[in-house]
């Protein structure tokens, strides 16, 4: 089992930042791909962002260049660091984790995922 806490959400006005963290505990594997979704009501979610075990990124069109993922060195916690936020990006975000990097892209499933934390955007 795994288990993933974020936290680091709240309201922020349209060209804000906002930096989310993932704690991250149990089984992790050496070998791992762990990400960011986000799901807004009405909507269908969204994986953004992710990361491998090596440190290889990739981002949806969406985020790109403006939000960056990271790990810290005993790759334990994941961090969202969310610049030029928009309105649009207004949603419940979370962070996912998934056994094994191979395939480790934003069309990745996940096996676990934390509770969400909420990221409210206003124009």
């Known amino acids: 089992q795994v288990q993933l806490v974020e936290s680091g959400g709240g309201s922020v006005q349209s060209g804000g930042s906002l930096r989310l963290s993932c704690a991250a505990s149990g089984y992790i594997y050496s070998s791992y791909c762990m990400g960011w979704f986000r799901q807004a009501p009405g909507k269908e979610r969204e994986v953004f962002a992710v990361?491998?075990?090596?440190?290889?990124?990739s981002y949806g069109d969406s985020v790109k260049g403006r939000f960056t993922i990271t790990q810290d060195n005993a790759k334990i916690t994941l961090y969202l660091q969310m610049n030029s936020l928009k309105p649009e990006d207004t949603a419940m975000y979370y962070c996912?984790?998934?056994?094994?990097?191979?395939?480790?892209?934003?069309?990745?499933?996940?096996?676990?995922w934390g509770q969400g934390t909420q990221v409210t955007v206003s124009s």
């Open positions: 996912a984790y998934g056994h094994w990097k191979w395939a480790c892209g934003i069309t990745r499933s996940f096996d676990y």
């Open positions: 990361i491998d075990s090596d440190g290889s990124t």
